[in-house]
Every structure is written in C-alpha cells, then in structure tokens.
C-alpha cells in the first residue's frame, strides 16, 4: 500500500512545471512506493478543502514552487500555505521551495525562512534544458533521502551522538560555518576549507569534512577529478536551526 509522501503547491498558471517535476518524481512513486500528490488528484465532486488538508496532514515533504503567480494566489495564501507551514511547525514536515520565476520570494518572512532548491536569482524559466533536469534531479535526491529515513535528520544525529558534537566540536563547528557562509557557491575544496579554516593538520579536516558528508550534510562533486563540497538542504537547514 502506498503512504503518503509528496504534497506540491502550485500555481494553475504554473502547471506546464509541473509537469516537468512530476516526470522525474514518478520514479519515486514507482521504485519507493511514494504517493505524489496535487489537487488534480481531487476527484470530482469531493470536498477539495477536506482533501487538501487530509493530504497536507499526511505528508512529509511539501514542494513549493514559487513564482509570482504563486505568490499572488489567495488560495494557496490563504488555505495551502498556512497548513503547510503548521506542518513544518508542528510535525517536522520538509519544506523544499522551488524558484519558477522572478519574485518576491525573499521579501516574505514565511517562506523565505526556507532554503531553496535554487537561488532566487537563478529561477527556472531563465535555465536551459540540461540546468532544468539537473535541478529536479537533485529536488528528486533530497526527496528520497527524507523519505527513506524513518526519523528526522536531527534525529538521525541525536542517536548518533553527532548533534552535541557537532555543537561542542570546534573543527566541525567552524567548517559548517565556512560552507554555510559560502552556500552561494558551487562548492569548496578541501584545499580552500582547510586554508579558510585555518587549522592546524590538513587531515583534520579532511576527516571532518568526510564525517560531515557520512552524515549527510555535506554533498560532493567531481570538476575535472577536483572533489568539491557544498551543504546538503539538511545541513544548511542544521547550521540554520543550531545556530552554529
């Protein structure tokens, strides 16, 4: 039996995105047996507010995907985004925004709280085709991770005794700290965190950095065989909450 997973909010004037979301989303609805869900899944006749709230108050992921006409509708201002929100406050639900267009994203305190999937300057309609797939690639990443995990990520590191190491440890505090300073960025080399840092022994943080990335708040990248890091959503999310 499928459980609930996945609940996208989106403008109507929006759909050709999500349209393009869903192609990449349907292999977790297939191989992991995650429900996606939006209100075209309202059947006719139902009660789509009952729906909607049903289906917000099962789920563990809420995708966003912003854009003026998001912004601008009443319904997901008024009904949608309140609910979700709760979610997220009350029952540890993943926000993930997507930026579809130029907005005022940034602008409002209920969103903007949230680490996007792509910078606000970088929305969607201004990527080719490659940049578009390789961003619902990785929104389909973070997704499967959150839904393959039967805790939260904060809970993960609790029973690891990593979430008071990682507040005490000062090697481990300062190189979050200089990844979540420099999220903007494509990444880090362990040449520019170690220098940045300024520890001692390049080792040190070499060994942190993989520890961090076993952890998964640290994703890597190969550019012409350089290993590169960056924050995961998770870790920024972390060093965000923890106030690293």
Same mark, same amino acid.
């Given at each position: 039996?499928?459980?609930?997973?996945?609940?996208?909010? #989106?403008?109507?004037?929006?759909?050709?995105?999500?349209?393009?979301?869903?192609?990449?989303?349907?292999?977790?609805?297939?191989?992991?047996?995650?429900?996606?869900?939006?209100?075209?899944?309202?059947?006719?006749?139902?009660?789509?507010?009952?729906?909607?709230? @049903?289906?917000?108050?099962?789920?563990?992921?809420?995708?966003?995907?912003?854009?003026?006409?998001?912004?601008?509708?009443?319904? %997901?201002?008024?009904?949608?985004?309140?609910?979700?929100?709760?979610?997220?406050?009350?029952?540890?639900?993943?926000?993930?925004? %997507?930026?579809?267009?130029?907005?005022?994203?940034?602008?409002?305190?209920?969103?903007?709280?949230?680490?996007? %999937?792509?910078?606000?300057?970088?929305?969607?309609?201004?990527?080719?085709?490659?940049?578009?797939?390789?961003?619902?690639?990785?929104?389909?990443?973070?997704? @499967?991770?959150?839904?393959?995990?039967?805790?939260?990520?904060?809970? %993960?590191?609790?029973?690891?005794?990593?979430?008071?190491?990682?507040?005490?440890?000062?090697?481990?505090?300062?190189?979050?700290?200089?990844?979540?300073?420099?999220?903007?960025?494509?990444?880090?080399?362990?040449?520019?965190? #170690?220098?940045?840092?300024?520890?001692?022994?390049?080792?040190?943080?070499?060994?942190?950095?993989?520890?961090?990335?076993?952890?998964?708040?640290?994703?890597?990248?190969?550019?012409?065989?350089?290993?590169?890091?960056?924050?995961?959503?998770?870790? #920024?999310?972390?060093?965000?909450?923890?106030?690293?």
């Amino acid at each position: 039996m499928k459980r609930h997973g996945v609940f996208i909010s #989106y403008s109507k004037k929006d759909a050709k995105w999500l349209d393009y979301l869903r192609v990449h989303l349907s292999y977790l609805e297939r191989e992991y047996q995650f429900t996606i869900w939006e209100d075209s899944k309202i059947e006719v006749g139902a009660d789509w507010r009952t729906e909607i709230n @049903k289906e917000i108050g099962s789920t563990k992921v809420a995708i966003l995907m912003v854009s003026a006409n998001f912004i601008s509708s009443e319904f %997901i201002n008024n009904e949608e985004l309140p609910a979700l929100l709760t979610a997220a406050k009350e029952e540890g639900a993943h926000i993930f925004p %997507i930026i579809i267009s130029h907005c005022m994203f940034s602008d409002i305190d209920a969103i903007s709280r949230f680490q996007t %999937i792509n910078p606000p300057s970088e929305p969607l309609i201004v990527m080719n085709e490659g940049q578009r797939d390789a961003l619902f690639l990785k929104v389909t990443q973070e997704i @499967k991770r959150v839904l393959s995990s039967d805790t939260p990520a904060t809970s %993960i590191l609790g029973n690891l005794s990593s979430l008071e190491e990682l507040k005490t440890s000062f090697d481990r505090v300062t190189i979050m700290t200089i990844f979540f300073e420099n999220y903007h960025k494509d990444g880090l080399s362990i040449k520019e965190v #170690y220098k940045l840092s300024k520890a001692e022994k390049r080792k040190e943080v070499i060994r942190v950095i993989h520890e961090l990335e076993a952890l998964e708040l640290l994703s890597k990248t190969k550019i012409e065989n350089l290993s590169y890091y960056r924050l995961t959503v998770s870790g #920024y999310n972390f060093v965000e909450k923890n106030k690293l």
